[in-house]
């Protein structure tokens, strides 16, 4: 069991600090309880506009999560199941995909089908909308011509690989049910049932107050540049929300408490379903599973784009939450690491 200790996190994220420049926020809470909540760095660089622990940031792939709960929520209301096929369920289901490709297979990145940004093959995320322009892309059917026209990868069920386009395809199916945006049904049946009030898929050129801007410092540190231009415009199925570190914590909760699904439909989110390759981490529905030598289960969920560094997780059995959200490249990882290190120790 995990036992949290204050003052070895505190210095823990220090040490972390002295070798990692971090912009963002760093948070833990036990049973709803906040231990630890720091903002470092600028929301806006150019207004001087620091963060603060309720800023609002784009989180990347970590919203997978979310688009997984609302396919959850799909299945408790009957729409759907979780071995459905998915040529049954998505009317552009696209003729050169498996048709035996099932909701199951793409919640667990097993499907094989094809990925319009393979991170396998490719690390240029920003490249990809050379032929797509960022400000174009505001719903799950703008994607989709991306990759609908692509091979198969491999047979449903035939490995593990990190798969966008799959989450793509969950978002369509939870539209074409829902019958209403995607983006308008994970606020209604995910955020607002978790009490996620200032979270939300919003556009860049609508973002609310109190929301960071994402920096890349690929031209140097004293030369930073946004990432306005490196992402969709409105996030999508795969990533893009943007969230507080405080709105995670209760996601979190109402996930463990089952405020928002059933305990079965929860256990099934968190059961590990595939093996990732990537150590010992498995793959539950939207969520990266990580088993401790001491016993604690980790439920995580992470991303990274062009200016973007999330990590959130939660220690199940421990009843304990850890988030770290950069609006900077990569730099969350270490400080989570430091966090999640000091944890072990107690």
């Not at 400000?135 to 035939?158: C, H, I, N, W």
């Not at 890349?216 to 929300?241: C, H, S």
């Amino acid at each position: 069991m995990a036992v949290i200790h204050k003052v070895l996190i505190e210095e823990a994220i220090a040490q972390a600090l002295d070798t990692t420049p971090f912009s963002g926020v760093v948070a833990v809470d036990r049973a709803g309880e906040e231990v630890l909540s720091r903002a470092y760095g600028f929301a806006n660089r150019a207004d001087a506009i620091l963060n603060t622990c309720n800023t609002r940031f784009a989180q990347a792939s970590g919203s997978k999560t979310f688009t997984a709960a609302a396919v959850c929520r799909l299945v408790e209301e009957g729409h759907i199941t979780f071995d459905a096929r998915m040529v049954d369920h998505l009317e552009c289901w696209p003729s050169n995909f498996d048709t035996g490709v099932t909701v199951h297979h793409l919640l667990t990145h097993t499907s094989g089908v094809p990925d319009y940004f393979d991170e396998e093959v490719d690390d240029d995320f920003e490249a990809l909308w050379a032929r797509l322009p960022t400000y174009q892309v505001r719903t799950p059917g703008d994607v989709f011509p991306l990759f609908a026209d692509q091979p198969m990868k491999f047979s449903p069920g035939e490995r593990f690989s990190y798969c966008n386009s799959g989450f793509i395809l969950l978002g369509l199916m939870i539209e074409q049910h829902a019958e209403q945006p995607f983006a308008d049904y994970v606020e209604a049946e995910v955020f607002a049932p978790a009490g996620m009030n200032d979270s939300g898929y919003f556009a860049f050129d609508r973002l609310p107050p109190c929301t960071a801007s994402n920096y890349l410092t690929d031209e140097g540190p004293d030369n930073p540049r946004t990432n306005v231009f490196t992402v969709p415009a409105v996030g999508q199925p795969d990533g893009g929300a943007f969230v507080t570190a405080p709105d995670m914590a209760r996601f979190w909760s109402a996930l463990r408490n089952h405020r928002l699904l059933n305990p079965p439909t929860t256990e099934q989110m968190l059961r590990a379903h595939a093996t990732t390759g990537r150590g010992e981490d498995h793959y539950g529905y939207g969520v990266w599973i990580e088993a401790r030598t001491s016993g604690s289960v980790i439920h995580r969920a992470e991303g990274m784009d062009p200016g973007v560094s999330f990590v959130s997780d939660m220690w199940t059995a421990d009843d304990v939450s850890i988030t770290v959200i950069s609006n900077t490249d990569g730099s969350a990882w270490p400080i989570y690491r430091a966090i999640t290190g000091a944890v072990a120790e107690g």
